[in-house]
């Protein structure tokens, strides 16, 4: 029996345990990178690990989430990057030069590596055949200084692309379909792997978005073959040296199959407020339309932007509808500039933001009050705008195009043949705004917005924790840490930080856990979604937080909490959590030994005789993670 792709880099990555194991594999990582936003704990955390230069091939430092000028803050955040990269050896991407993830595709990714990223997103460089993940900051300064990355051994699922794709039917398409059927947690655990005669018609920047949004299936990763369009691609990046061939073996096995037949396919919008509440455009079409954004990581290349501007040619966007777009990356817009799309953008009245997150991270263009955003985005979670009541619709660069025109959500099929972009055969080659790893001895600087790392103690063999909160299911990493202009500017200082934390759905709990001073948080099922945002694990853990009971967890938090000694603990009998209100206190004790052997947990209900059978699922080496209280510990200590 033959490996599929993701075996084969698995195997010829791993450091320890048993790749179709079922169980946790070590594997060793050749690239990473960090996102301003993320970044600031990274260096703090790889500067505490005491290691002088990354071990890594390439690792990259970004700087795209924040790019906004508006204090102090994101100035002395950025120096203080840029000084890490320098010092530590990291390629440093200026503000202004893109994206993360479509700058990584264009310059740096390379086919059969391995590359962990400290955002969730980062498997949009599956679309070159590269197996990436995204991780807690903490992880990526564990793997920058030469550390494995440990994973469930994933369920490889095949997704078999057959069939023409129709006129106007594009890669986002293809992927909203995938989430329809399967929903945001049907990827938790797997990675998909896409074949078949269909995929041979998407070029990397389309495969790229697929991937991308591999991420709101909650999947570990998903990954193309790397084939002529990889060879095509990496050629006109003026990189066909990293060019490999690589695809599963004619006799793969795999853990599960599905098939797409892309002639059945047609434009679909993910409606408010899940990106799997998918619908065809064809059900949506009149519904008045205020915003339309084109951008984000998941739809901003070349492609995505020739198309929307061929559209929009020698048109006016509808009176009532502000058009912004965000190029992926400084080689998009200035590609758009030389060839006269983006006068043709200009003067159809769009406008041209920075090429970075923008409004995708909440800074900046937020919609007015309740209203409809069409976004080619990945995420449409409610608030995540920074308009609490707007209702944001993801949809391809075709739908949102036709839509900026008409002013509803309009079938671009209505408009006659679809544009043909050509594929470039040389994008324009400019690094200057990438600056090389530097000398070892540049001095970091450390501006006052950036604070001491937090940590926290061992954990003890006895609690009396206070419920300091108590949530529902789907709460997102948004939810518990926001973002969005009035927070990111703070994302290396804890103290102010933690006055955030949940204060979308309770603005009282950063003062009952300060006053707390310890607690426990329960919650539903799929808790922590959305985002390797470690700032999730790491402000509750300083605001004392030492244990989560939910009834199940998205894996990269469950994993960021492990890393920041935070006990995840989940319902033995689910009915148990109706049992549980705010400011009970939970006593639980002989915790080490339960934690050491994967013994039954019990927590006791103060002042009833109520028991709660809970359970932990750690690994061994996540078991003694939370015991040497989080993974710095734990790395200094080994
Ligand atoms: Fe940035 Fe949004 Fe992607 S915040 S990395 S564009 S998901």
């Given at each position: ?11 010829s990555?791993?450091?320890?345990g ?20 993320t ?23 970004y700087?795209?989430?924040?790019t ?14 840029q000084?890490?990269a ?45 197996l ?39 890669a ?9 059927r ?29 991937t ?19 060879r ?27 098939t ?17 509440n ?41 009176a ?108 324009r ?25 937090p ?59 300060k ?23 790491l ?32 319902f ?19 915790l080490?030994?339960?934690v ?12 009833t ?7 932990h ?14 993974l ?7």
């Amino acid at each position: 029996m033959g490996d599929n792709l993701a075996q084969k880099i698995l195997k010829s990555h791993l450091v320890s345990g048993r790749v179709s194991s079922g169980e946790e594999i070590g594997i060793k990582i050749d690239q990473t990178l960090t996102q301003d936003a993320t970044g600031t704990m990274a260096y703090l955390q790889f500067e505490a690990i005491n290691t002088p230069r990354v071990k890594t091939e390439l690792s990259v430092s970004y700087i795209d989430h924040n790019t906004l000028q508006t204090g102090f803050e994101n100035a002395d955040d950025h120096a203080f990057l840029q000084s890490c990269a320098a010092r530590f050896g990291l390629y440093f991407s200026r503000p202004g030069n893109g994206i993360c993830h479509q700058v990584h595709l264009e310059r740096f990714g390379v086919p059969g590596k391995t590359l962990l990223g400290s955002d969730s997103h980062t498997p949009t460089a599956g679309g070159l055949g590269m197996l990436a993940m995204g991780a807690g900051g903490l992880d990526v300064a564990v793997a920058m200084g030469g550390g494995a990355f440990y994973l469930k051994d994933p369920k490889v699922v095949k997704i078999g692309l057959y069939g023409e794709r129709p006129d106007w039917v594009s890669a986002k398409d293809i992927i909203l379909e995938v989430l329809r059927r399967l929903s945001v947690k049907g990827g938790v655990g797997k990675v998909f792997e896409y074949s078949g005669p269909g995929v041979l018609s998407l070029t990397v920047p389309e495969r790229a978005t697929i991937t991308n949004m591999g991420a709101e299936l909650g999947a570990t990763s998903s990954l193309f073959p790397s084939d002529e369009q990889t060879r095509l691609f990496l050629k006109a990046q003026a990189r066909e040296k990293d060019w490999i061939p690589l695809a599963a073996d004619e006799d793969a096995e795999y853990d599960e199959e599905i098939t797409l037949d892309l002639s059945t396919l047609e434009p679909l919008a993910a409606q408010p407020h899940m990106p799997d509440n998918v619908a065809p455009i064809s059900t949506l079409a009149d519904i008045k339309v205020h915003q339309v954004a084109i951008g984000s990581c998941t739809n901003s290349s070349y492609l995505d932007l020739m198309t929307a501007a061929a559209i929009l040619k020698g048109k006016t966007v509808s009176a009532d509808v502000s058009l912004v777009i965000a190029p992926g990356s400084r080689q998009v817009l200035t590609m758009l500039a030389n060839n006269g799309a983006l006068t043709d953008l200009l003067d159809a009245g769009a406008r041209i933001l920075e090429s970075a997150c923008g409004p995708c991270i909440g800074m900046g263009q937020s919609p007015a009050s309740g209203a409809v955003s069409l976004r080619t985005f990945n995420r449409n979670f409610e608030g995540r705008s920074g308009t609490a009541d707007a209702g944001i619709y993801l949809v391809s660069p075709e739908v949102a195009a036709a839509s900026a025109v008409t002013g509803y959500i309009t079938d671009p099929r209505t408009l006659g043949k679809a544009p043909q972009i050509e594929v470039p055969l040389s994008f324009r080659i400019d690094d200057s705004l990438i600056i090389a790893p530097g000398n070892p001895e540049t001095q970091i600087v450390r501006g006052p917005n950036i604070k001491p790392l937090p940590v926290t103690s061992k954990l003890e063999d006895h609690y009396r924790l206070p419920v300091v909160i108590k949530l529902g299911d789907n709460i997102t990493t948004d939810d518990i840490m926001p973002a969005g202009a009035k927070v990111l500017p703070f994302r290396s200082n804890v103290p102010i930080l933690s006055e955030f934390v949940f204060s979308k759905i309770d603005p009282q709990f950063p003062a009952r856990a300060k006053a707390a001073g310890k607690g426990i948080i329960i919650a539903g099922h799929n808790y922590g979604q959305g985002s390797s945002r470690e700032h999730a694990a790491l402000v509750p853990m300083y605001l004392g937080i030492r244990a989560v009971l939910a009834k199940s967890f998205a894996r990269i938090h469950k994993d960021n909490l492990v890393n920041f000694g935070i006990l995840p603990l989940s319902f033995v009998q689910e009915e148990d959590y109706d049992k549980i209100d705010v400011d009970t206190n939970l006593s639980i004790i002989d915790l080490l030994e339960a934690v050491i052997h994967n013994k039954p947990l019990v927590l006791h209900i103060d002042g009833t005789q109520t028991k709660i059978p809970v359970q932990h699922n750690l690994t061994e080496r996540q078991a003694k993670i939370v015991l040497a209280g989080g993974l710095l510990n734990y790395t200094r200590e080994s």
